[in-house]
Antibody, heavy 116, light 112 residues
Framework: EVQLVESGGSLVHPGGSLRLSCEAS????????MSWVRQAPGKGLEWVAH????????FYVESVKGRFTISRDNARNSLYLQMNSLRVEDTAVYHC?????????WGQGTLVTVSS | DVVMTQSPLSLPVILGQPASISCRSS???????????LSWFHQRPGQSPRRLIY???KRDSGVPDRFSGSGSGTDFTLKISRVEAEDVGVYYC?????????FGQGTKLEIK
């Protein structure tokens, strides 16, 4: 069964840090571009960061550049998002997602709440 | 950033009837190699999104053939030939031709 399971979300104060993890199973993780996509409560979807199969190429939405870092460990079938200098507007459910032709697995998401 | 505009934002449909959602992009989604990276997602209440269609018209594995995608350049359409109860939820178009990849604002389909 294809599965992505996120973890690491929690309540954090503005300016704080969190590291999200996503563990993949049931597909060849190293063959997929991977992303983090977030959804603020009651809102739509926003792409946050994107990483190539090897991890060499990384892309970020402007609002998180310099604060968030996407990475992956293909040996561990895992994707990560290091989030620093968190802001109230970063509050959202963060999903990890894989991108392939014919298949695009998504996780259920992990909730990040930034509040004082 | 490429702006994706969907219409309608709310779509009441009678079971068994067809449904259609439009998506327009603020610039062409044709990539340098000639491919067009436009996808459609469905999100049921309380669930994560599921991709239905990629590259305009290709169905993902396991997606019923009542779902079809069409379009080119900046104008795209998702059609459901006969709406079933499980089709309720929000539909999003998404472009991944240009970075940052961007989503439409969503179309909420409900059963009338």
């Amino acid at each position: 069964e294809v599965q992505l399971v996120e973890s690491g979300g929690s309540l954090v104060h503005p300016g704080g840090s969190l590291r999200l993890s996503c563990e993949a199973s049931g597909f060849t993780f190293s063959n997929y571009w991977m992303s983090w996509v977030r959804q603020a409560p009651g809102k739509g979807l926003e792409w946050v960061a994107h990483i190539s199969q090897s991890g060499r190429d990384k892309f970020y939405v402007e609002s998180v550049k310099g604060r968030f870092t996407i990475s992956r460990d293909n040996a561990r079938n895992s994707l990560y998002l290091q989030m620093n200098s968190l802001r109230v507007e970063d509050t959202a459910v963060y999903h990890c997602a894989g991108w392939g032709d014919g298949d695009a697995p998504w996780g259920q998401g992990t909730l990040v709440t930034v509040s004082s | 950033d490429v702006v994706m505009t969907q219409s309608p934002l709310s779509l009441p449909v009678i079971l068994g009837q067809p449904a259609s959602i439009s998506c327009r992009s603020s610039q062409s989604l044709v990539y340098s190699d000639g491919t067009t990276h436009l996808s459609w997602f469905h999100q049921r209440p309380g669930q994560s999104p599921r991709r239905l269609i990629y590259k305009v018209s290709k169905r993902d594995s396991g997606v019923p053939d009542r779902f079809s995608g069409s379009g080119s350049g900046t104008d795209f359409t998702l059609k459901i030939s006969r709406v079933e109860a499980e089709d309720v939820g929000v539909y999003y178009c998404m472009q991944n031709t240009h970075w940052p990849h961007t989503f439409g604002q969503g179309t909420k389909l409900e059963i009338k």
